[in-house]
């Protein structure tokens, strides 16, 4: 059925009040980033200064081991891995791309799987794909509920040791590139990789005076370990809410471009059936003038 002006009249105010309303999501996805990426780099400092303390331990116990041929202790039986994920929607492939990632990891490693999700969305589609995560936290909606998420996280991962296992506990979560880019990522935060221990091992001391730890090295690590635990997933949260918001304003700005482009056709499709309107009239006009000018 063709469309009549006052249905026209309809669809393009609809498109105004869906173009008002995806703005707004728009500049609320712009404002949410912001605060996210200002949330990882207000950490950058706190975290060098972790990472500058590990070494310094690592240092220190490495030497204490290959004096005193310590044996390294057992290997890893269970796997425990938190993926961060998505609540809402408007976010295009994000949860499909860390959730295929993360899988495709985890699939690659020897042992039992335990998996924590955030985000009801990320968790069903670990589930369709094998791995039903064992528990989901919700995602946070402001910097603020990010240590609270943090404290959760760290609390179930710490019952997992109740038994004295050694457990390898993964990050997956998506990373911001820039502009409207992310990328899927994970990292092994325990027990410390080979890599990242011989980085820290040889990490270059700012002075040429070295420091040393004071007390024990064993305690003070277990505390270090425990700043580098929390200040890492909040890093992680950080990083997957700003790509989560980067993929939404990318979302909104394709949503916004396709509603400028039907507003657009609709005006041109009103305008023509308006013209075409008046024309009829004015044939009709025109054509009972020409009836009643014509002599009986």
Not at 34 to 46: K, M, N, P, T
Not at 201 to 218: N, Q, R
Not at 224 to 246: I, R, W
Request: proline share 4%; with cysteine; charged share 25%.
């Amino acid at each position: 059925m063709s469309d009549t002006l006052e249905s026209l009249r309809r669809k393009i105010d609809g498109a105004g009040d869906l173009e008002s309303v995806v703005r707004s999501m728009k500049a609320l996805a712009a404002a949410s980033v912001g605060q996210y990426e200002r949330s990882v780099l207000a950490l950058a400092d706190y975290y060098r200064t972790i990472e500058m303390s590990l070494a310094v331990c690592l240092r220190h116990r490495g030497k204490r081991v290959a004096e005193t041929d310590e044996p390294q202790g057992p290997s890893s039986k269970t796997v425990t891995a938190v993926v961060f994920g998505s609540d809402q929607g408007l976010v295009g492939q994000f949860n499909d791309l860390i959730a295929d990632y993360s899988i495709k990891v985890l699939d690659s490693l020897p042992g039992d799987k335990r998996v924590w999700a955030v985000g009801e969305r990320i968790q069903a589609r670990l589930a369709d794909a094998g791995h039903q995560p064992v528990g989901v936290f919700p995602v946070p909606t402001a910097v603020n509920s990010i240590s609270r998420l943090v404290g959760q996280i760290l609390i179930e991962t710490q019952a997992t040791l109740g038994d004295g296992e050694i457990v390898q506990l993964y990050l997956f979560h998506n990373r911001p590139l820039g502009g409207a880019a992310y990328e899927p990522v994970g990292q092994c935060l325990l027990p410390l990789d080979q890599a990242t221990s011989l980085r820290l091992a040889h990490f270059p001391w700012p002075t040429k005076s070295l420091p040393e730890v004071i007390g024990d090295t064993e305690l003070t690590l277990k505390a270090l370990v425990a700043e580098y635990l929390f200040v890492s997933l909040f890093k992680c949260c950080s990083e997957s809410l700003a790509g989560e918001n980067t993929s939404r304003l990318a979302a909104m700005q394709r949503a916004e471009k396709n509603i400028d482009e039907l507003a657009e056709e609709l005006n041109q499709t009103f305008r023509r059936l308006r013209q075409s309107s008046i024309d009829e009239e004015l044939f009709d006009v025109i054509s009972g003038y020409e009836s009643l000018s014509k002599p009986t």
